[in-house]
């Protein structure tokens, strides 16, 4: 990344916390703002376009369905339980799974599942928090690593297209960690961030490999079946 892209992450990096969003959220929806998913697609653990990360997608998909445990009778809607079998008939080309596997027990059962409602290739989304604080929904059991989803994956027959580390570098892990506290004082936490990011691009002139490799706030995988 050069200087010009680095700046224009940070200004995003502060355009985004003012909003309320996490360092975590923020890299998520900069890189679907980069996905030309085209096709049909199903987002899980929302019920709405408004509480949805699919908006942030470059162009909006042709079909857009959503899905939680929640029981409810609405339009493109479907209520499935990914540490259960369900028997969904319905097929999708593909399937947004962002900050929902940490709080499934039994993440390898959910992945069969997903699986089941991908389209042949069809391609999942998968992101999940690592430096991040503990948070229930309502249980989180895991952290995970791109080597993780890497493994389990192929072992599945998924075909891996993309694997992200998200972050710059130990500042800005310790920033995304504080979060809850610093966005309680707006001004503040873009100065904060804004020395965070430019501590972790100084580290990086020294550094042989990617600091963000070592400090990732969250990761991506996209994967084909």
């Known amino acids: 990344m050069n200087f010009i892209e680095n700046m224009k992450l940070l200004l995003d990096l502060i355009k985004y916390t003012a909003k309320g969003f996490s360092v975590c959220k923020i890299y998520q929806i900069l890189e679907l703002k980069k996905e030309n998913i085209k096709d049909e697609v199903i987002e899980f653990g929302t019920i709405n376009y408004q509480e ?7 162009k909006k998909p042709k079909k857009i369905f959503f899905s939680n445990l929640f029981n409810l009778k609405i339009k493109n809607y479907f209520c ?3 540490e259960k079998k369900n028997k969904i008939k319905k097929r999708f ?11 499934i027990h039994n993440d390898s059962h959910a ?3 997903l699986k089941k409602l991908l389209k042949k290739r069809g391609k999942l989304y998968i992101s999940t928090p ?5 948070h229930q929904a309502p ?10 989803f890497e493994k389990i994956l192929k072992n599945k027959k998924f075909k891996i297209k993309k694997k992200i580390s998200f972050g710059t570098g130990p500042f800005l892990a310790s ?9 309680k004082i707006p001004l503040v936490s873009y100065l904060i961030i804004t020395v965070c ?19 990732p706030i969250c990761i991506l995988i996209v994967a084909e079946k």
Do not use: C, G, V
């Open 52 to 58: 949805s990360l699919i908006k942030y997608i470059s």
């Open 80 to 82: 499935i339980n990914l």
């Open 93 to 103: 080309k593909n399937i947004l799974a962002f900050n929902i596997l940490e709080h």
């Open 111 to 113: 992945l069969d599942e």
């Open 130 to 134: 690592f430096l991040y604080r503990y």
């Open 139 to 148: 249980k989180d059991y895991k952290r995970y690593t791109l080597e993780y």
């Open 175 to 183: 920033y995304s960690l504080l979060f809850d506290y610093l966005n």
């Open 197 to 215: 990011f430019l501590l972790d691009y100084f580290l990086m002139l020294f550094h042989k490999n990617k600091t963000n490799i070592f400090y």
